[in-house]
Structures are given as structure tokens and as C-alpha cells.
């Protein structure tokens, strides 16, 4: 599983379920502030972070970010800026349960 933020609403659960199960993060350039980022490396978690912002959600943009994961990450499910909570015990409601962005298997 890789987590894939696209900005800051999901950065913190981001972080806290990259460390609590060791799954590689991704971030959009202007996903955390560089004080947050430098914190987060401190911690122990080692994000990819893309020199351009994905927070605009343009789809042109977000396929070039999946593809640059699925060429480091080649098997591994995308989850992208979702509710993290939920994939660590969060009680949300069973209709936002969160779903992958995309399964990269070969």
C-alpha cells in the first residue's frame, strides 16, 4: 500500500498511518509546510515529496504522479487523500469507506 496526499486536509492522518504500519507516503509539493516536513523525516518517516503541487487535482497532473509511484512502488495499491482514519480502526460511517485509487499489479 502506498498513501498518496494531495494536500494538507489529509497530511496528518497521512503521516500517522505511514508510521504506524511502515507503508511509503507521497506528497504534493505544497502538501505540508517545510517545518512539518522536516518533522515528519525527524520522526522516522521518509516521504517522496514531487517538486510540483497535485493539490489542484488537475487529471493530467495525477496521472504523471501515478505513474512516477507505480514505476518506485510497481505492485502496490495507491490510496489517494482519503480518510486515513479509517484504514486504522476510525468508526466513520460503512458509506465512506475509502477505496483505492489504483491497483498496480504486473
Partial sequence: MVLLVLDRSAA???FA???KIGCPIWL????VAE???RRYCA????PSRFDYSLSARDPEILEDALATIEEHHP?????RNINYSLLIGGSESPTSLPFPLRKCFI
Avoid: N, P, T
Avoid at 505492485?75 to 490510496?79: H, S, T
Fill in 43 to 46: 520522526d522516522g518517516i521518509k
Fill in 28 to 31: 504534493g509539493a505544497d502538501a
Fill in 75 to 79: 505492485r502496490d495499491v495507491i490510496w
Fill in 17 to 19: 498511518l505511514a508510521k
Fill in 35 to 37: 517545518s512539518d516536513y
Fill in 12 to 14: 496528518e492522518e497521512g
